[in-house]
Structure formats: C-alpha cells, structure tokens
C-alpha cells in the first residue's frame, strides 16, 4: 500500500466514478482499476462495490476512506512545512436540506478556514438524496430533519444505512411569511389562520413520501398547495403570493434579507434537526470545522 493508492480512493469518491477519477488524475481508468485492484487484494478487503450502475464504497471501503483522508492530510502538513510544497485543495462536500443556517455556516467557515485552493460542494437537496450522499460519503455531512411523525421511520432507515443522527438543536414549529402578510405582525398562528394562504413545499421527486417531507404537518390537505425544488423560488412565492410555509423559526438576514419573518405556529410538535453520517467514516478537518461553525451559529440563533 502508498500513498498514491490512497489518494486514488479519495478522488474515486470524490468523483463518483472511475472513469471522471481517472480523467482528473491524469492516469488511464485501466490503471486507476488496476491499482485499486491491487490494493484491495493487499488489504484482503473489498473497498469498492462494483454493479451494472456504477461503483459504491462497501462498508470496509467507508472506514478505509476515514482512514486514507487522515493520512494524507497528515503526510501534506510535513510536506509543507519541511519541503514548502504547494497545498493541495481543501476537499468538503455537505447535503442538507433547505437551511440557511446550513449555508452561514459554510460561509464563515471559508472566510476564517479557506486556504488559496480549495473544492467545497453544498447540495440542498431532497431528503432521500441526503440520506443517499452520506451512505455512499458523496458527502461526509447530511443536515435533515426529524419530528414526532417520521423519527420511528427515518431513525430505523439511518440504522439500516448504517448512519448515525447527531441533534443540533430543537425548535418549536414557524411559519416563514411576507413581511407584508396579513399574518406577519401576529405574535402566533394556527393551523386554522393558514387555511386561505397558499402551503409552500419542497418537492421530493420519486420519493415522495410523508416521511421524507421538510415540513411537518404534511399530511394535512391544503386547499392552495405549490412545491418548488429550491429556497430563492419559495422565498419568491411567499412575496408575490401571500403564501407561508413551515421551518423551524431561523432565519438569516444576511441571506434572506428581511423581506421574510417568521411568526410562531401554535401546535404542540417539536422539530429535531441534525447531521448524520457514515458509522464507519472518520470526519475530515474540514468537516469538523465545519461542524463548529454550524454550532456556532445554531447557539446565536436559537
């Protein structure tokens, strides 16, 4: 085993295939699937699963990476203070659902951690996708939600993904209005007030479950429903619409402007919201950083 090897299976994954891995590496894909080869038959262990779609990381593949990632930031710290070696990019990938605070938190992250290179990817995207990220470590952080209606569901998925939930905080249910909605200056809502008011969601594709849902209370019919795929077009038709849709009460000024408020909702649920990730992978630098940046800013606002 070297470290070439091992810096094959970070840009495998990186890529998502190893076809793209070896076009980034400069290198032909039957001598990136030869070396790979070669290690797996050295370590006696199966890091990549191979189907007809593609390749995944096998279980003993997600811990190898932890430990291939630790090694070779470590082996690139010597290099740059024994031999002034150019850094290689700082490499972080996260799946979240439709936060802000997920977004401030990569911000600041850059600006006090971001060095001359580096490659960070944030996807907000459908919850199913995020619980898929992670397994496969396309991302090595997946910030979702979970409520009294899917936490059976989804904390025995995590469990068969073989994913771990770690709560961030939790909050009592909000509505996000106009500032210039009816609604906006009450100091709490019902159910009932939403009646007439178009209910704004995020859609879920083929998987378009109650439990996969990003808001709770999803189950009840609305007469005016609209589903949108990403935040900015939400945020459009909660202006140009009147409409409302349920978060948990964290807003950003910074990034939603102050065009949006958020009024309590009076029901008696609660909302989890966490990060997940892989049983078997080990956090990066980055992703710890990253992590104390999402704390930080949790603390501010809630």
Same mark, same amino acid.
Request: without cysteine.
């Given at each position: 085993?070297?470290?070439?090897?091992?810096k094959?299976v970070?840009? @495998?994954?990186?890529?998502?295939s190893?076809?793209?891995?070896?076009?980034?590496?400069y290198i032909?894909?039957p001598?990136?699937?030869?070396?790979?080869?070669?290690?797996? /038959?050295e370590l006696?262990?199966?890091?990549?699963t191979?189907?007809?779609?593609?390749?995944?990381?096998?279980?003993?593949?997600?811990?190898?990476?932890?430990?291939?990632?630790?090694?070779? /930031?470590q082996?690139?710290?010597? /290099?740059?203070?024994y031999?002034n070696?150019?850094?290689?990019?700082?490499?972080?990938?996260?799946?979240?659902?439709?936060?802000?605070?997920?977004?401030?938190?990569? #911000?600041?992250? @850059?600006?006090?951690?971001?060095?001359?290179?580096?490659q960070?990817?944030?996807?907000?995207?459908?919850t199913? /996708? @995020?619980i898929?990220?992670?397994?496969?470590?396309?991302?090595?952080?997946?910030?979702?939600?979970?409520?009294?209606?899917n +936490?059976?569901?989804?904390?025995?998925?995590?469990?068969?993904?073989?994913?771990?939930?770690?709560l961030?905080?939790k909050a009592?249910?909000?509505?996000?209005?106009?500032?210039?909605?009816?609604?906006a200056?009450?100091?709490?809502?019902?159910?009932?007030?939403?009646?007439?008011?178009?209910?704004?969601?995020?859609?879920?594709?083929e998987?378009?479950?109650?439990?996969?849902?990003? +808001?709770i209370?999803s189950? @009840?019919?609305?007469?005016?429903?609209?589903?949108?795929?990403?935040?900015?077009?939400?945020?459009?038709?909660?202006?140009?619409?009147?409409?409302?849709?349920?978060?948990?009460g964290?807003?950003?000024?910074?990034?939603?402007?102050?065009?949006? #408020?958020? #009024?309590?909702l009076?029901?008696? +649920? #609660?909302?989890?919201?966490?990060?997940i990730?892989?049983?078997?992978?080990?956090?990066?630098?980055?992703?710890?950083?990253?992590l104390?940046?999402?704390?930080?800013?949790?603390?501010?606002?809630?």
């Open positions: 085993m070297n470290l070439q090897q091992l094959y970070i840009e @495998i994954v990186r890529s998502g190893m076809n793209e891995a070896a076009r980034r590496l032909s894909q001598s990136l699937s030869k070396a790979i080869k070669n290690l797996e /038959e006696g262990k199966t890091i990549f191979r189907t007809s779609t593609g390749i995944t990381l096998s279980p003993d593949g997600a811990e190898f990476l932890g430990y291939a990632r630790q090694v070779v /930031e082996v690139e710290l010597l /290099e740059r203070r031999f070696t150019a850094p290689s990019p700082q490499l972080f990938s996260v799946s979240t659902q439709h936060y802000a605070f997920a977004v401030n938190a990569l #911000v600041e992250m @850059i600006k006090k951690h971001g060095s001359d290179k580096y960070f990817t944030m996807r907000e995207t459908r199913y /996708e @995020i898929e990220d992670v397994k496969t470590l396309r991302s090595e952080i997946g910030i979702l939600y979970v409520s009294l209606f +936490e059976k569901v989804m904390m025995q998925l995590l469990k068969e993904e073989g994913l771990e939930f770690n961030l905080f009592s249910p909000h509505i996000f209005v106009s500032s210039q909605n009816p609604l200056n009450r100091s709490s809502v019902t159910l009932e007030d939403l009646e007439d008011y178009p209910r704004l969601t995020f859609e879920q594709g998987y378009n479950s109650f439990y996969y849902s990003e +808001e209370f189950t @009840i019919p609305s007469k005016k429903s609209i589903q949108v795929s990403d935040r900015a077009t939400l945020f459009n038709l909660l202006i140009g619409l009147n409409g409302y849709t349920i978060s948990t964290i807003l950003s000024a910074d990034l939603n402007g102050s065009n949006i #408020v958020s #009024v309590p009076e029901e008696g +649920e #609660v909302i989890s919201v966490g990060w990730v892989h049983k078997k992978a080990q956090l990066s630098r980055m992703a710890k950083l990253y104390e940046e999402l704390e930080r800013i949790i603390e501010f606002y809630v």
